[in-house]
């Protein structure tokens, strides 16, 4: 079978490509050829056998989303994404590759579609900014989308098309809302929600870290290999329980700011969580303060999607996938 | 003031500029010039002393949107749209009009903003089209959007947009979800809704209607003069208390096809209601059961938001503002 990622280049689809070439399929069929897309060139990946193209595309320009699914690749993960900072400082360069670019990729599918009846799976990875405070703890599955960014404005109106060329019958979608994934893996960077990841992943190595916000700060997390198996769970499974309404909050755990740090203290011991240097922002408070605390993500748990059941569980992911087993 | 009107050639749009024009202002300022748009030629109104342009414009052809808004016009009414079936057959048209023309005169908007800060209000006309079955009756304002058309997915899209650019201050925008129209006024149509008006406004003119449903269906209804009343209500208050969420559904009249033919017994009598002829349709019944069947519209009530209170009521404005005052 032939699979296309886009946005391979990102954290997530170097970490899918690496599952997908470890596995050696999806379900159970064979994968023969990859197709990797990321608006810089992917790596190439090693150990695989099959056909292996990657290259360097920006989903938004005219004719890239017709040169991927030309060789008709029966499941595109599209992952690619503005980051929400990002989307949020330049309105035009989001709206052109989180909204444009999403709908030229499900218009060039739709154009072979008509063609011969080509109707592939799109997993797509969206996300909790779909949802803005008001909201109740947990948040329920129908639950409405006011996203408070532009960010999260793009990737509500990506599922709402998502949902409709899904109905159409022009291809198979689902929409995976995505935790913030914790511990993300590599350097420290400037997103409000990298704290999240740096209070443990840098105690974890010796590192100091900065912590912006009180303990007592709620949000919804999920590992780096919960998200992968998510999108492969969701490239596998029978999508017709699913319904007219593609996109699914993914199950996580909802923990507190204090909380991680207990868990970290449980595995790494006070001298980790010494590491932890209190300087309060009050920018970072507001951005956080208008996130989601949790989810039931009922739908997504009964459709077999699975995710940590702690944070110890969270930060244990890291230490293997990411330290070899060993911490500081 | 100087007011646009986007559609103003349909049965709203024409109703809105009547009102108006008889209203000689908006809120508390005075009517200076009128711009009334529609893909075809809106009629000149009668009795207006200010200026008036009324011109054919595609809201979707390059440039159209940009026209519009040149002369800055404080308030513009969003009515224009490719309706639910046709949005459905001709899939391009439906995205071309509803979402690419929506987000045009946003953007028109947003280039005149970036120049001098130009912020108009914006009252766009959503539908209850952006909900589907299966949902709690009633509806209650925090329910996921969950389309079953194009056309309703045009319209949630639509909505997300107007919330992103009003929270980014382009302008000040409000979605009204309307209710199902009833009485519509004028000829039968092949409108899966039409039999919801039919079955009333043929009677009262001694004319016979089909009935394609069971007496059991039930669905929200507001008059054209409510639904005129909410674009007018939406273009005056402070839309400070709607917060981020900008759209609203609409109060209407939660009624079953049964209670509607018992309202027409009550005013236009048994031989009214022997007029009424039951010709069961399975498509329409399959159409209409996907259908909201009443909101609790707490959100809209709550902002002076007012419908009819009983089906005796959407009558008795049927006949007063199309009928003037004699039934059959």
């Not at 060329?165 to 929409?175: E, L, S, V």
């Not at 443990?200 to 780096?224: F, Y």
Request: net charge neutral; glycine share 10%; hydrophobic share 40%.
């Amino acid at each position: 079978m032939h699979i296309a990622i886009i946005g391979a280049a990102g954290m997530i689809g170097r970490k899918l490509t690496a599952r997908l070439i470890a596995d050696g399929g999806l379900g159970s069929r064979q994968i023969t050829r990859l197709t990797l897309v990321d608006v810089i060139e992917p790596p190439l990946p090693r150990g695989f056998t099959g056909k292996v193209k990657a290259r360097a595309r920006d989903l938004s320009a005219p004719g890239a989303a017709e040169k991927i699914i030309a060789r008709r690749p029966d499941v595109i993960f599209h992952l690619a994404a503005i980051v929400s900072g990002e989307a949020e400082l330049d309105f035009d360069k989001g709206y052109r590759i989180n909204l444009d670019g999403t709908r030229q990729l499900f218009e060039a599918i739709r154009a072979v579609h008509a063609e011969d009846g080509y109707r592939p799976r799109v997993v797509f990875t969206s996300s909790c900014a779909v949802f803005g405070s008001p909201f109740p703890t947990p948040i329920p599955d129908d639950f409405h989308l006011t996203p408070l960014t532009s960010y999260g404005t793009q990737k509500a109106i990506s599922e709402l098309l998502l949902a409709d060329y899904t109905r159409r019958g022009i291809f198979d979608g689902i929409g995976i809302r995505l935790p913030t994934i914790c511990i993300r893996p590599g350097k420290p960077n400037r997103a409000a929600s990298g704290f999240f990841s740096g209070i443990l992943r840098e105690p974890l190595i010796g590192q100091e870290a900065v912590l912006p916000v009180p303990e007592d700060v709620r949000h919804w997390h999920a590992s780096p290999r919960s998200a992968v198996g998510f999108l492969i769970h969701g490239a596998t499974i029978d999508l017709t329980p699913v319904g007219a309404d593609r996109s699914l909050s993914m199950p996580g755990v909802s923990a507190t700011v204090g909380e991680q740090i207990e868990a970290l203290r449980r595995i790494a011991g006070d001298k980790a969580v010494k590491l932890i240097r209190r300087e309060p922002d009050e920018l970072v408070m507001r951005i956080v303060a208008g996130w989601a605390q949790g989810f039931t993500a009922t739908r997504a748990r009964e459709l077999g999607f699975v995710a940590e059941n702690s944070f110890d569980e969270i930060i244990q992911v890291h230490i293997e996938d990411e330290l070899e087993g060993r911490i500081a």
